[in-house]
């Protein structure tokens, strides 16, 4: 269906990959991996027509819809959110617009002999066929379904776009994405912003109703829900594996093990010939076979052993002083704001060493309630922090308040008291900050080096109740999974708001589900807690 030939791109004389070759079909659910720098987002601009190989190139059939959501969100705030998800439409509203006005032209003009009037009719027939070949679609109802998929309700529908927040308007990207029904959507990161519901309803379209998909994503068991085939960018190249993402792990493990064994066997022969080469070198009886041996090695090709990407980042969080039994009591707990209702009749409790999830749509106060935890908002009723609290917290936007004229070792070096101030190179090191690095200035970080430098500095103070609110976003795979660790490792208590399924995994043990302006506690992991859900939603169908 999409062929992409022989792909090269140079940056400055450096190639990020050099003849780069595979074929998209049908129904391909692509994942696009490789570590940071190797070229994945580069290669869906390429494949989207948004940016020029250095060689090579990518074709496809002329009436091939291909739709793109980058990692960028919407620029203007000139209508409601149905108006704007509607553009999804543009195309097609124009092709009957244009149909109309040319009907009305030929109602008007009476040259019938003339070329231009030939060419009017011929342009209206070519329109037409396309237009009627068009599936008969109610356009508002296919809008509020997408929509309401998206997590927005009825309400929102008719609120001007500039109401809502950065996550909201990549949702409205991605309803206009999804109503084209493109033959191949290119989705950078699209899970960063989506609840779990919005994620499942996301996922459930991708598998079901969509054509073909490549993703580039951190989201372990979205990845896995949706591809079917897998894409390594490495050292250049590519691996293409007709798997989904954790069976594509288990395979890259034994190509480079394989790989590892090819290459110490060539060395070894490679030795072995070189020392005969050095003890025969002037011996006239074996100067035939020390000539074959030279010209032997100077054939060969060398086999490379496919980078891994060692640099790891060494987290753990300081020991937790001791707190009282409950670090948090809520009791008939109330919010809103003016008119709007975003939780009543709230009781959460909270042990010492207790992980907990709070879960649920966005909107639906999960925030609100880290806010009033951490004193930064008053509630009705009673919310009480128990004795010799410590909180440690991780904003959702954490990354985006670092100051971005300093540097990353002024950053922490600022903030830094005590004999932890001696340790600064050392933290710096362990999170991947060593060296001249840590001379950058925040404001040429990536998302996920912004991400590192605000986790390193909660680790400068010791705490015993650690609120973390979507910490996961722009964080890699292997990162994740550092971090998931040291909060499994960690002794004291721990409150995680997250979308992310795969990193909630067994880390919390409990989860309060936040929807329908209550908070609902279930004394259960995330996995159970999602299980019980689908049977939830399958008894409210059955009603």
Same mark, same amino acid.
């Given at each position: ?11 400055? $004389? ?17 994942? #696009? ?5 190797? $070229?994945?987002?580069?290669?869906? +601009? ?22 793109? %959501? ?41 040259? /019938?002999?003339?070329?231009? /009037? ?7 027939? =070519? ?19 997408? #929509? ?19 996550? *909201? ?6 309803? +206009? ?23 499942? *309803? ?42 989904? /993402? ?41 100067? #035939? ?34 707190? $009282?039994? /409950? ?13 709007? #209702? ?113 986790? %390193? ?29 040291? %909060?499994?490792? &960690? ?10 399924? =795969?990193? %909630?995994? $067994? ?21 159970? &807690? ?14």
């Amino acid at each position: 269906m999409i062929s992409i030939d022989a792909l090269a791109v140079e940056f400055s $004389g450096t190639t990020l990959f050099n003849n780069v070759s595979f074929v998209v079909n049908e129904t391909d659910k692509i994942a #696009l991996m490789g570590k940071n720098g190797a $070229g994945k987002s580069t290669l869906m +601009k390429i494949i989207a027509g948004i940016q020029k190989p250095t060689k090579g190139n990518v074709s496809y059939p002329k009436d091939t819809v291909i739709a793109y %959501l980058p990692q960028h969100l919407l620029t203007e705030d000139n209508c409601t959110v149905r108006e704007e998800a509607a553009k999804a439409f543009s195309s097609i509203f124009a092709m009957r617009d244009e149909i109309e006005a040319l009907n009305k032209e030929l109602e008007t003009r009476t040259d /019938y002999e003339s070329d231009s /009037y030939m060419k009017v009719i011929e342009r209206v027939s =070519d329109l037409s066929e396309k237009f009627y070949a068009i599936e008969e679609i109610n356009y508002d109802a296919e809008v509020e379904k997408a #929509l309401a998929g998206l997590g927005f309700e009825r309400e929102d529908y008719d609120k001007p776009t500039s109401e809502f927040s950065g996550g *909201w308007r990549m949702r409205i990207e991605l309803a +206009k994405i999804l109503l084209q029904k493109p033959d191949l959507i290119l989705m950078d990161e699209p899970t960063n912003h989506l609840d779990i519901e919005s994620v499942h *309803w996301l996922e459930d379209f991708l598998v079901n109703h969509a054509n073909a998909v490549i993703v580039i994503s951190h989201d372990r068991a979205f990845v896995d829900n949706i591809t079917n085939r897998t894409i390594e960018v490495t050292m250049g190249r590519i691996y293409d594996y007709k798997v989904n /993402y954790s069976h594509y792990l288990e395979l890259r493990q034994e190509r480079r093990e394989q790989q590892q064994k090819a290459y110490e066997e060539q060395q070894k022969f490679i030795a072995d010939t070189q020392a005969f080469i050095d003890r025969f070198k002037g011996t006239y009886s074996k100067t #035939l076979q020390v000539q074959s041996r030279v010209k032997m090695l100077e054939k060969l090709d060398i086999i490379e052993v496919d980078e891994v990407d060692s640099s790891a980042l060494r987290l753990k969080f300081p020991p937790a002083p001791r707190s $009282g039994k /409950y670090p948090v009591t809520a009791s008939d707990v109330a919010k809103k704001y003016e008119d709007h #209702l975003v939780f009543s009749d709230a009781t959460v409790t909270i042990e010492r060493g207790q992980k907990v999830a709070f879960v649920g749509k966005n909107g639906a106060g999960k925030s609100t309630m880290v806010k009033a935890i951490m004193n930064e908002i008053p509630v009705e009723g009673n919310l009480e922090i128990g004795h010799n609290v410590k909180i440690g917290y991780f904003a959702q936007n954490q990354a985006s308040l670092l100051d971005e004229s300093l540097t990353i070792f002024q950053t922490i070096d600022q903030i830094a008291e005590g004999d932890i101030r001696n340790q600064i190179k050392n933290l710096l090191g362990a999170f991947m900050f060593g060296g001249d690095v840590s001379q950058k200035k925040v404001k040429v970080l990536s998302g996920g080096e912004k991400t590192r430098l605000a986790l %390193l500095k909660l680790l400068l103070e010791p705490v015993n109740l650690l609120i973390l609110d979507e910490p996961t976003n722009h964080l890699d795979l292997r990162t994740k999974d550092i971090l998931k660790q040291a %909060l499994l490792d &960690f002794d004291g208590t721990l409150i995680l708001v997250s979308h992310d399924r =795969d990193f %909630l995994s $067994g880390l919390a043990d409990k989860v309060f589900e936040f929807g329908n302006q209550k908070i609902k506690e279930h004394f259960e992991g995330i996995d159970a &807690f999602l299980e019980a859900k689908k049977m939830e939603n399958l008894r409210e169908i059955e009603k």
